[in-house]
């Protein structure tokens, strides 16, 4: 099987990091001081393209490259990985970077020690069309995109989250390894 596996809220703590970056640089702009929404720009007075620019642009480095660990992903994946070799499976990395930050993913990947054989940068929307067999991942819009581009949810398994739990997915994971109950 082809597993893939989302980075940002899945391995990377993208909103602990950008969190740090809004409370440091930007606090005047907070409406809360967590991010339980998927559409960052309820959370302060800024527009999208506006927060966009902060992420991908002046603090690329802070937000992406410096982030840490989601708690116990690199463990779960060190696991997930010798199970993998174990049983003839392929761990593919598949995250919606932009160009500004993709070197930053990758360096984050190699200074963890994770050692994906493919890894793919793709617009979460169009992620249901990789040859992949399942897709982890905590994007309620690629859950979406997912279900309605392969005409259901079987296959996409949910890293539950703040911000996604109105979504009624099949597969929920709170850990990454539970995906071994899922997929067997």
């Not at 991010?35 to 302060?44: C, S, V």
């Not at 527009?47 to 603090?59: D, P, R, T, V």
């Amino acid at each position: 099987m082809r597993i893939g596996i989302d980075i940002d809220g899945v391995l990377r703590d993208f909103n602990k990091s950008f969190m740090g970056v809004m409370k440091k640089y930007y606090p005047e702009t907070m409406l809360q001081d967590k991010l339980t929404d998927w559409q960052l720009e309820k959370h302060f007075t800024l527009s999208k393209a506006e927060l966009q620019e902060i992420y991908w642009g002046k603090h690329h480095d802070a937000v992406f490259l410096d982030a840490d660990p989601i708690p116990n992903a690199i463990e779960e994946m060190r696991e997930l990985f010798n199970w993998a070799d174990h049983n003839g499976h392929n761990l593919i990395c598949i995250s919606s970077q932009r160009p500004s930050g993709r070197h930053n993913s990758l360096w984050w990947l190699g200074k963890h020690g994770l050692g994906f054989e493919e890894v793919h940068f793709i617009k979460g929307r169009y992620k249901w069309k990789k040859d992949i067999d399942y897709l982890v991942d905590d994007s309620p819009q690629n859950w979406h995109a997912w279900r309605k581009g392969r005409g259901d949810d079987h296959e996409f398994i949910l890293v539950d989250a703040a911000y996604n739990k109105h979504i009624p997915a099949e597969n929920r994971i709170f850990k990454l390894t539970e995906i071994l109950e899922i997929i067997g």
